[in-house]
């Protein structure tokens, strides 16, 4: 039997294909991850197709009754957008930036996409002159905090426009796909009932397991993002421990959202606590309230 992992960046697929391989093996093979925490640049003989140009194609196969390949997909519902946003930055890489490319992007934006396979992040060196006037280059490598999370909230806004949103959208369609979410992968319980249910046998991988959430700083990332926003909702004060840029903007992007005529799009500095977040709200003056033109203009992905 043979295997094949459908995926989007982010969502798992190669620490899949290695737990297939693990279990046609019989025993956990070499461990398989790398300084950013993900399984990128391993070889594996589950053939891994990575973005829907890769996948699009298979259409027809995979709607067929085909008794020697299996086809698998990891999806996910659109509220981890956030997630796979962050992990496309900060995982989808064999290790070059020696942790998570999040993290390395915040210092020197630049370098982080010199040091990348492929030019889709010198695309982002470009949007960014585009949209803020800022020119990044080997002289002016780092790009302000408060700009690096303006732009990622505008990737928030256009989610129905990212490439991943419509793969993972086109995988969710597919009648003959095998559907992993993410939350059946990060829970090991209801990952195990899946290994045991596609061979009919398993292995125990908890410790590796949890070896894979500890090193997901893409997930903690998020956790800690939707930790902040809980508390803003339930009124309750908590400190902020530091989270990445792209957290910072998906906070910002949910608060705006909540609280539609006060800006948070232009700060410059992100919250020390919840309650500095209350209090933002509260006290914002009322001559000063103005919807964000932005969701003006869409107002009906965003009802007030």
């Known amino acids: 039997m043979q295997y094949k992992v459908l995926h989007t ?68 519902d659109d509220e981890y957008f956030p997630y796979i946003l962050h992990a496309s930055y900060g995982r989808s890489n064999p290790g070059q930036y020696g942790g998570c ?65 419509h793969e993972n959208n086109w995988l969710k369609r597919q009648p003959g796909l095998i559907k992993l979410d993410i939350e059946d992968i990060i829970d090991y319980d209801r990952l195990l009932d899946f290994f045991g249910r596609l061979f009919e046998r398993t292995i125990d991988f908890k410790k590796l397991h949890s070896v894979f959430c500890e090193k997901n700083q893409s997930m903690i990332d998020f956790v800690n993002s939707k930790k902040i926003l809980t508390a803003v909702k339930q009124k309750r004060d908590i400190t902020i421990d530091s989270i990445s840029v792209i957290g910072e ?30 209090d933002y709200v509260n006290y914002f003056p009322n001559v000063m309230k103005q919807p964000n033109k932005l969701f003006c203009q869409e107002y009906k992905r965003f009802p007030s």
């Open 9 to 76: 960046t982010g969502s798992f697929g190669n620490f899949i294909s290695y737990l297939i391989d693990s279990h046609v093996a019989g025993q956990l093979l070499d461990d398989p991850f790398n300084a950013s925490g993900s399984c990128d640049g391993r070889d594996t003989p589950t053939e891994n197709l990575h973005g829907g140009e890769s996948f699009y194609h298979l259409k027809d196969e995979i709607g067929k009754n085909n008794h020697e390949t299996k086809f698998l997909a990891c999806v996910w």
């Open 101 to 165: 490319g999040v993290q390395y992007l915040e210092k020197n934006f630049f370098d982080f996409a010199k040091k990348h396979d492929s030019d889709d992040f010198f695309h982002d060196i470009d949007k960014l002159k585009s949209y803020f006037n800022i020119d990044i280059n080997e002289n002016n490598p780092t790009v302000p905090r408060y700009i690096l999370r303006q732009y990622f909230w505008l990737k928030f806004f256009d989610k129905e426009k990212h490439k991943f949103w």
């Open 249 to 278: 903007a998906f906070v910002f992007f949910e608060l705006e959202k909540e609280y539609f005529d006060i800006p948070f799009f232009c700060r410059t500095d992100f919250f020390k606590t919840s309650r500095e977040i209350l």
